[in-house]
């Protein structure tokens, strides 16, 4: 740990606190970023294909939390191409740039080239720590041309949390560049010693190449076509086989993997085309957020920011993908289960029995100079990973999984009781043990997101509304999971547990005024009488009365609340209230699935299907048709779209699979192991569709193909196709 005085991590105003928020110095929105991924690298471009210091700070090549590539530049005799299109195909296999050369003086007094006579396209990807690129140039003139083409470069082997925004006082030591043969190899040696390397490779050999410039001379005859591939390889990438082969060895593996990764999944189609690109991008974008971890597929949170394992996200995006893809949720379980906290560690928050907030492995984290190594700031992670693996084992009737989690569980409910519960009130709170721990540990992170009705930030220890709810879930999911495994003497008292935390939190938590829970109670037990999301999270997890749900579901959907593209996360009036704000009035997807859910849980199924309603159509807006990890709060306006957030990640896994939980929500799509059915209660379509198929609705061996239709305001069901010991139930 360095010393305090040398803490890179600028303090909010005001506050004292450690500040671990992004800069939005640069709005992403006005460079429209184009976003790769595969396992623990990836790339943030231009539309041009381009990293471009100084229009962005995100810009670049990032492998395990380094930037490994902070500028890449594409010139046609020394200017920048004008842009003709720019696309991720629909599988996030590949960026694509079709590109053009502007008017450019004559050589020597020569003719001038005018401009769109030379193509350009430029196709990248990535796989195993490396950047693949193939850039081709055809020529359409009548005449011969000779073009320069030239790649530079460079790598500052800047930290994630310093592109970020984190100052540093110190930094390591870059070394000269080593040019050999084809490529040029990079390096820097931080502060912790640790050697980080960027290779780049051409094929054919440039005309010139130096440690920051690769230049090609091309003669190109009417119609003739050149073409270029470039290697950029990380730590850790496969060794180099000429740029050519590798860029088409590893094209047809990363796209054999994604498609592997999509085909496990259920199918969704149906007669709305919009719908139809949405969930297509929804599925393609959590393809590529998965990463394999040795315990199976692990939904990395988001790009740029955030890629790499985040507990809460996981688990919750788990959640939102049980009924399409149960091996997300095993993965997930098992690698949390496997990185579980087992001593104390105030440093990281640690606690025996508690789950993972988040693991870095750049160089600040290494030395200490942000928490995040290993981090367990997290207050929800726990209960939500007992409540998932309840669910997972009632979605897949799998003991054998169920029996190698029991450990972590037990574990788990026993932080829940020996650490949770703070103060012995009966609710679970969190307070840092570190300075430099995050201020607040719920999924509102935020150091202003828990404040009272006059806007006065709460001090804790805190308890929040989501956690107790949250709580109860794993209560109940303990009692199922120990039924499952035949464990006699725990069920009865795992709900005990359940029904006395639901009577209390009814008492402490639910205000008649608001018509809704309150946010949370501070250290003192003071209630924060502010109009939350959060409550909606309750529903969610079932510890809402049912008498409450009318009132709770009533204030979530009032004009307050709800947008018109979705629920935000504080209601307009109260006194934090800023929709341009990224806890308090933004609409985050994840949080509107989470209460559609909860919202279907309850009967609301209709108040579900408006939330799905909100966010199909504010998807259509956004860029590629991909919900971003929030949005601003702003009311919904005819002929207007939602209003980007300036420094949202997208892709990012829980918004990705908010659309999947929606449908679930809606449709009342839910599975009986036992029984050997896939059961739909109370079904409707939303109003955008009239007719949906899900094909490979899987239930242990069989799978189901379903066609539902709107017929006189209900929805019809029937069966396209079965395989195995599967029937289809319908409660109407």
């Not at 040019?179 to 290779?199: C, E, F, M, P, Q």
Request: net charge negative; charged share 25%; proline share 5%.
């Amino acid at each position: 740990m360095m010393p305090a005085a040398d803490a890179p991590v600028p303090a909010v105003p005001g506050t004292g606190e450690p500040d671990y928020a992004i800069a939005a110095s640069a709005s992403q929105i006005e460079t429209t970023p184009r976003t790769l991924k595969h396992d623990d690298t990836f790339a943030v471009f231009d539309t041009h294909g381009d990293a471009v210091p100084g229009l962005a700070s995100n810009h670049g090549l990032f492998h395990r939390d380094t930037r490994h590539l902070s500028l890449y530049f594409l010139t046609i005799d020394g200017v920048r191409p004008l842009l003709l299109s720019s696309t991720v195909r629909d599988d996030n296999a590949t960026l694509t740039c079709d590109l053009t050369n502007p008017d450019l003086p004559g050589r020597d007094g020569g003719e001038a080239l005018l401009h769109d006579l030379i193509h350009i396209r430029r196709s990248c990807f990535l796989y195993r720590s490396a950047c693949h690129e193939c850039v081709s140039l055809h020529n359409f003139d009548v005449v011969p041309r000779h073009v320069d083409i030239s790649f530079s470069f460079d790598a500052d082997f800047a930290d994630l949390f310093e592109v970020r925004g984190a100052k540093r006082g110190r930094r390591g030591v870059r070394h000269a560049p080593l040019l050999a043969g084809d490529g040029v190899r990079l390096s820097y040696t931080g502060l912790d010693g640790k050697v980080r390397r960027t290779s780049l490779h051409f094929e054919p050999v440039p005309a010139q190449l130096s440690g920051s410039e690769a230049r090609y001379r091309l003669d190109l005859a009417p119609g003739a076509t050149r073409v270029i591939f470039i290697e950029i390889r990380c730590d850790g990438a496969e060794p180099h086989t000429g740029a050519k082969l590798s860029f088409r060895k590893a094209l047809g593996s990363s796209r054999a993997t994604l498609r592997a990764r999509v085909a496990r999944a259920a199918e969704v189609t149906s007669s709305n085309q919009h719908f139809n690109d949405a969930m297509k991008r929804a599925v393609s974008d959590l393809a590529i957020l998965i990463t394999d971890t040795p315990e199976g597929a692990y939904p990395y949170a988001g790009v740029p920011w955030f890629s790499t394992v985040f507990g809460r996200d996981a688990l919750i995006t788990a959640f939102e993908t049980l009924w399409m893809d149960p091996a997300i949720a095993r993965g997930v379980l098992l690698h949390l289960a496997a990185n579980q906290a087992e001593v104390l560690d105030p440093a990281a928050d640690a606690e025996p029995g508690k789950i993972l907030h988040e693991v870095r492995f750049g160089e600040m984290a290494e030395l200490g100079e942000v928490p995040f190594r290993r981090y367990y700031g997290s207050v929800d992670s726990t209960p939500l990973f007992v409540m998932l693996a309840g669910a997972y084992v009632e979605r897949t009737g799998d003991l054998d999984t169920a029996r190698l989690l029991w450990p972590a569980v037990a574990a788990a409910l026993g932080w829940i009781t020996d650490y949770g519960d703070r103060d012995g009130d009966g609710f679970v709170e969190y307070g840092r043990m570190s300075g430099d721990g995050l201020v607040n540990q719920g999924w509102k992170d935020s150091h202003d997101s828990i404040f009272h009705s006059d806007g006065t930030l709460a001090r804790g220890p805190i308890a929040l509304v989501e956690v107790q709810a949250y709580v109860y879930g794993a209560w109940r999911a303990a009692a199922s999971l120990s039924r499952r495994l035949g464990r006699d003497q725990d069920p009865a008292d795992f709900d005990r547990r359940a029904d006395h935390l639901r009577e209390a939190f009814d008492r402490a938590f639910f205000d008649a005024r608001l018509g809704t829970y309150v946010l949370a109670l501070d250290g003192a037990k003071r209630p924060c009488r502010v109009k939350s999301s959060n409550a909606g999270h309750a529903l969610f997890a079932g510890i809402a009365l049912p008498e409450r749900a009318t009132t709770v579901a009533a204030q979530l959907m009032d004009g307050a609340s709800f947008s018109g593209w979705g629920v935000r996360t504080i209601a307009t009036g109260e006194a934090r209230f800023n929709p341009m704000s990224y806890h308090n009035g933004s609409v985050w997807p994840h949080d509107n699935a989470v209460i559609a859910i909860g919202l279907a849980r309850y009967g609301f199924r209709r108040e579900a299907a408006r939330i799905f309603e909100g966010l199909l159509r504010a998807s259509i807006s956004f860029d590629l048709r991909r919900l971003p990890e929030l949005f601003c709060g702003f009311s919904r306006q005819r002929s207007q779209g939602p209003v980007s957030y300036p420094v949202a990640c997208a892709p990012q896994a829980w918004a990705a699979a908010a659309p999947l939980a929606l449908l679930q929500s809606t449709l009342g799509l839910d599975f009986d192991i036992d029984a050997r059915r896939v059961m739909f209660v109370r079904p409707e379509l939303p109003a955008f569709l009239d007719e949906l198929e899900l094909r490979r609705l899987r239930l242990g061996e069989g799978a189901l193909d379903v066609r539902i239709r709107q017929t006189g305001g209900s929805a019809a069901l029937s069966v396209l196709g079965r395989s195995g010991d599967i029937a289809l139930w319908v409660e109407a």
